[in-house]
T-cell receptor, first 117, second 114 residues
Framework: GAVVSQHPSRVICKSGTSVKIECRSL??????MFWYRQFPKQSLMLMAT?????????EQGVEKDKFLINHASLTLSTLTVTSAHPEDSSFYIC?????????????FGEGSRLTVL | AQTVTQSQPEMSVQEAETVTLSCTYD???????LFWYKQPPSRQMILVIR??????QNATENRFSVNFQKAAKSFSLKISDSQLGDAAMYFC???????????FGTGTSLTVIP
């Protein structure tokens, strides 16, 4: 099956710094990638949808200036948490849709656990 | 945003028995996709089963099957012959036809009792 690699899997940073999380589709081209945030024992909350070569579409209530998403190529999307604060600590998951298949399925990265001290 | 609701935060089932997880959704579209994903403690999302809304036949994958009621906007998952490895969080998900919206339900934590 299609593979999505997410890096880093864990990151700890100080409050006020910025953190970048990468999401790569390894064996397919992803025109659309989705970024989710998941709190412990809760569901995946869609943050934004990114399309290659265009601006991301953010869900209501998600600060676009805080969560910068870039989808510069068909295999890479990045999420940058700017000026991170402890309340940004969470599990972030990316997923991608294979433009070459029509099953509708999303392929998920392994997730990134962000801890802001 | 579309809404996906799972009314059972927790469920338990005896090993080898059958359990049904419920899901309802809201959409104004006629064509879309529905999914059930499993999230074990590793947090890696695993696709369990998918259903295209234009198909009347319920999807099945080995021990997993769905009951898709389009008019009622209901999409339940039945797990037969439950195994210990089935214990996980299960999420129902909706994807619109265009593919630019993908929303998850609130999740159901399934415990399998030996």
């Amino acid at each position: 099956g299609a593979v999505v690699s997410q890096h880093p899997s864990r990151v700890i940073c100080k409050s006020g710094t910025s953190v970048k999380i990468e999401c790569r589709s390894l064996d397919f081209q992803a025109t659309t990638m989705f970024w989710y945030r998941q709190f412990p024992k809760q569901s995946l909350m869609l943050m934004a949808t990114s399309n290659e070569g265009s601006k991301a579409t953010y869900e209501q209530g998600v600060e676009k200036d805080k969560f910068l998403i870039n989808h510069a190529s068909l295999t890479l999307s990045t999420l940058t948490v700017t000026s991170a604060h402890p309340e940004d600590s969470s599990f972030y998951i990316c997923s991608a849709r294979d433009r070459g298949e029509n099953t509708g399925e999303l392929f998920f990265g392994e997730g990134s656990r962000l801890t802001v001290l | 945003a579309q809404t996906v609701t799972q009314s059972q935060p927790e469920m338990s089932v005896q090993e080898a028995e059958t359990v049904t997880l419920s899901c309802t959704y809201d959409t104004s579209e006629s064509d879309y996709y529905l999914f059930w994903y499993k999230q074990p403690p590793s947090r890696q999302m695993i696709l369990v089963i998918r259903q295209e809304a234009y198909k009347q036949q319920n999807a099945t994958e080995n021990r997993f099957s769905v009951n898709f009621q389009k008019a009622a906007k209901s999409f339940s998952l039945k797990i037969s012959d439950s195994q210990l490895g089935d214990a996980a969080m299960y999420f129902c998900a909706y994807r619109n036809w265009a593919g630019n919206q993908f929303y998850f339900g609130t999740g159901t934590s399934l415990t399998v009792i030996p």
